[in-house]
C-alpha cells in the first residue's frame, strides 16, 4: 500500500492587534484578528519530521506584529496584501500564502455633535472582513463581511411552495425576515480604496435588503448579490450565507386572543441555511 | 441529623420574544429576552414531590407571550413591572417573584438621511437590561447596561502600585483603556419613563469614562458610578463591574525597533477584574 | 449630596495554568484556571487614584505562576488555600482574599487495559471547582462540580399542578430529566483529602440523580442535596443549580403516526431553572 | 451585463433530535444534530421568487423528526443515507442532497461496576460526526470526530526550523502537544458497521498519536493518517485538522527559580493551525 501526503497547509491562526494612528487632533484606534497560513513544499516535515523548511508559526505571528508598525497605516486588505508579498518573497519554499483578516469596529463617541479624539464604543457583532491568496503566478483579494445582523419586519414572504405529507408550515405573504449574513465578494482588480469600496459595497447590501419585496430567502439572497455586480465593476463574483433566523408567531389563539402578526418566538435553532454564488458572464 | 431547605426558587430563563410595534407610518422592532422567578411556599414540592402549588414554567413561558400583546408597549422595565405583579397577584403561594429582562438592539437603516420604515441593523453586543423584584411588601427595580465595549486610547495610566519580589509590570502614564462593562443601577422609586433615563445614564456614563484622566481602572469606574448619582436624582445606588481587556505593547525593540505606543497585543485572557458600589448616603 | 463606596473588590481572572507532575513511571497533567480577588483598604484608590496599597493584578498573575511551582501538588483546594493566605499574609491592606479554581478533566489514554504514561483525552465540560475566602478571623472553603450533563430516560414525571388560563403543558408520569448541573457544597472545617471527598461526593450525587423517583426537578434537586449531607459530615450546606434542558416529544400524531415517548425535539432555550439549598441545622 | 447564479444550496441546520432506544433490561439514548441541504434546478427561485419547486426547510425538519421513528435505529450513517436517499427520490428537481449528523456522546452510568438502566453522564465535547452527499449517480459517505482534545507531556519536539530577524522562539526536544482535533475520513465503500469502525478508527487515532515521536504537530498528524489508511482498507482518504493549543513555559527564571517543563501558561489564542490530507493512491 501506498499513501501520499495532499493539500496541507500550516499557519497561526487568531493573532490579535490593535494600534493607535496618532493624528494632529485624535487618534484611530484599529483592532484586527489576523490568520497566516502557507503552502508549499513540505513533504518532508510531514513524512520524516524534516522542519529545515519551517518557518515557525511563532515567527509569522511575531511578523504581523513587526510589520504592522509600517504597513498597517490604511485599509486590511492593504496590509494583508504586503504580508502575503512579504511571505512569498522571503519564503521561496512556499507556494501560495493565504492571509484572513478581520476588523473589529470601533465607533467614536460624539457628545453633542462633537465626535470625541480617543474614545470608543465597540460596534457589534459585523466585522469586516478580508482575504487575500498570493502565490508565484499572482494573487486574489476577496473582502466581505460577516456577523452582519439585519431584519426587516414586512416586505417579506413565503408561498407557492410545495405541500407533502410532512408539510405543516403554512403560507404567509407577511412574515419577519430576519438573517446573520455572512457575505464574500472577489475583485477582478485590487481596487485603489479598499476601505471605501468595502463602505459603499456594505451600504448597497444593507439598501438592496431593505428595499426588497422578498418572494423567499433565496429571492432577495440573489437580488442583493445582483446589485452589487451590477453597481461595482470591480467585483466579479459575490457569495451569500444568509441564515434564515426563524421568528415564529406565538399562538395566541389557544388563549382567544388574535395575534396579528405582532408576537413571535426568536428563535435561533433551527434555523434555515440559505446560500448562493452570484457571478459576472 | 436533620437537613432543612434554605433559599430556593425555580423559573424559566431565556423567554426570546419578539415584538412589532406597527405605527401609521413605520414600525419598531421590540427584541427581548425575559427570565421569570419565583420564591415562596414550595418547601413540599422538594421534600415531597408535592405539585400542587407550582406553577409550571412552560406557563410562565405562554404567560409572557400572551401578556406582552397588550402590555410590552413601552419600555421593558414597565412590561417586567406589569408581569412582576401579575404572578405575585395570581399566585398567593408565592412570596417574591424576580423578572429579568434583556433588550436587544436593533437600530433603525438610514440611507440618504431617511429613516427606512421597516429595515433593521443589530446594534451590537451592548444591550439593555432590568430587574424587578416584587413581594407583598413592595417592589425594586433596578436597570443597567450590559456587554458595553467601551475603549479610550489615552488619558489613562497606572503608577505608583506596590512592588514586590513578584512584580513585571512597568509603570505607565500612557495606556489603552478597555473594559466590557457590566453595570446595574437601583431606583429609589419607579421612573416616569425609564427608557429615556435608561438613554441618558448611558450618555452619562459614556461621558464620564471619555472625560476621565484615569489613574486606574478603579478611579474611573468610581467618577462613573459617581456621576450618575449626582447627576440622577433617581438612582440611590449603582454596582459596576468593569473587567479590564489588556492591550499590552508588543515587544518591538527585540527586533531594532521603535514602540511609541503603537503596537499592541489585544488578549482576552487572563483579564484584570474590578468591581464597586457606589451608594447616596 | 453625599456618596460613598460600598462593597468593592479588584483582580485578575481566568489565569490559565498547566503543570506536569512528573512521576517515576507517568506523567500526571493538571490543568486550571485560577480567579484572584482581593477586598480592603482601597477607598483611595477609587476617590483619588492613590496607587500605593494596590498588589498589580498583573503580579496576582505572576504570583500563582511562581506558587505553582512548589505549591500546587494535591488538589486545587489545597492550593487555593496557600494562594488565598499567601495574599492575605503579604498585604496587611487587604481584610479579605478570594481565590476561584477550575480545573479541566484530563482523562489518561489506555490501551488494552494499559494506562498510557502521558497521554490524555479530555474529559468533557464538567469541571471541578474550588471557592476560598480568607479573612484576618478565618477562611471559609467550598467545592463544587460545575457543567455536569446528566440525563435519565425514565422515572421522571410532573403532575398535578397549577392549571391556569395560560396552561397548555400536558402532564406526564415519564419523560427524560436532563440537566446541566451547577453545584457548590461548603464545608465545616477543611478536609484532609478534598479530591478524595469531591470524587466521593461526585458520584453519590449521581447515584442519588439515577435512583431517585423523580415528580420534580425540585424533588430530585433537594433528594440529591440531603443525601449529600447525610453521607458526608463535614459539608454543612449545598447549593444546587439545576436547569431543565427541555426534550420535548414531538408530534407525530399530525403525520399519523405514533410518539410512544420516543421522539423528542433537544432544546436549549428557553429552559427552567430551579435553585435550592440545603443546610444542616 | 449579465450575471449568473452559480453554485447554490439551501436547508435546514441544527436539527437537535433526542431518541430513546426502549431495550428489555435498559433504554439507550441517542442525541444528534442534523443538517440538510439541497442543491438542484432552483434557479427561478432565486430570480423570479418562483417557489413551486422549494421544499420548504420546515418540512425538512418535520421529516427527520418522522423518519427518525423507524429508521434512527443503528448509526448516524445509515440515518444519514436513509435521509439523503429519501430526499433525493422524494424530489426530482434535486440534484443532490447533503447530510450532516454530529452525535453527543452519554456515556450510561456505572454504579459498583454495575450499568445503570437508565441514566447517563454528557461525554464530552468529543462528537462523532457523519457527511453524506447522495446524487443523481452515487452516494459519498464521510466519518469523522471533532472537537477531539488530546494531550501528551512528552514525546513531541520542535527543532532545527528555519531563524530569521523576526524568530524568537526557543527549540526544544520536550515539549506539551495539545490540540483539539477535527478529523474526517472518507470510505470507499459503505462499510456494513459504521459505528464500530468509528470506535476502532478512533482508538487507532489515539493510539497513533499517544506513542508518536513527535518532531512537529505536521509530523504526528501525518502519521495518524497513514496509520488509518494502512489499517482500514475502506477508508481512501483521511483529513486531519489540529491546531496547536499551545502550552507554553512561564518564564520562572526572573524570579530566581528554574522551571524544568513544569509549569506552563495554557492558552487558546493565538494557536497554530495544522491541517493535512492523506490519500491512497
Known amino acids: 500500500m501506498v499513501t501520499r501526503l495532499d493539500k496541507n497547509a500550516y499557519g497561526k491562526n487568531a493573532i490579535k492587534l490593535s494600534k493607535i494612528i496618532r493624528r494632529p487632533d485624535c487618534h484611530d484606534i484599529r483592532h484586527i484578528s489576523v ?33 504592522a508598525k509600517d ?17 512569498l518573497s522571503h519564503n521561496p519554499q512556499v507556494s501560495s500564502v493565504h492571509i484572513g483578516l478581520t476588523e ?32 508565484r503566478l499572482g494573487t486574489q483579494l476577496s473582502s466581505g463581511i460577516t456577523d452582519l445582523l439585519i431584519l426587516k419586519t414586512t416586505d417579506s414572504g413565503f ?7 410532512f408539510t405543516t408550515l403554512k403560507e404567509t405573504d407577511d412574515r419577519i425576515f430576519s438573517t ?17 469600496l468595502y463602505q459603499a459595497i456594505r451600504l448597497d447590501l444593507l439598501h438592496s435588503f431593505a428595499s426588497h419585496k422578498s418572494l423567499s430567502v433565496q429571492h432577495t ?33 389557544q388563549f382567544g386572543m388574535d ?5 413571535f418566538i426568536a428563535t435561533d435553532e433551527p434555523y434555515g441555511y440559505i446560500t448562493g454564488t452570484i457571478i459576472r458572464e
Request: glycine share 4%; charged share 20%; aromatic share 12%.
Open 35 to 67: 490568520d497566516v497560513a502557507l503552502e508549499g513544499d513540505f513533504d518532508a516535515v510531514h513524512t520524516i519530521g524534516d522542519n529545515s523548511k519551517v518557518l515557525p508559526t511563532d515567527t509569522m505571528k511575531n511578523t504581523v506584529y513587526a510589520l
Open 71 to 87: 504597513h498597517f497605516t490604511h485599509s486590511i486588505e492593504a496590509f494583508g496584501l504586503y504580508l502575503a508579498n512579504y511571505f
Open 104 to 135: 473589529y469596529t470601533w465607533a467614536r463617541m460624539t457628545f453633542d455633535d462633537t465626535p470625541h479624539p480617543h474614545s470608543f464604543v465597540n460596534g457589534g457583532s459585523e466585522k469586516h472582513i478580508a482575504h487575500i491568496t498570493s502565490h
Open 159 to 165: 408561498e407557492h411552495y410545495i405541500k407533502d405529507k
Open 180 to 196: 446573520q449574513c455572512d457575505i464574500n465578494w472577489q475583485y477582478s482588480e485590487i481596487p485603489p480604496d479598499p476601505e471605501a
Open 221 to 253: 439572497l440573489h437580488a442583493m448579490g445582483e446589485a452589487v455586480l451590477k453597481t461595482f465593476p470591480s467585483v466579479n463574483e459575490i457569495t451569500l450565507k444568509m441564515p434564515n433566523k426563524h421568528h415564529i408567531p406565538f399562538n395566541l389563539q
Open 259 to 263: 395575534n396579528n402578526n405582532e408576537i
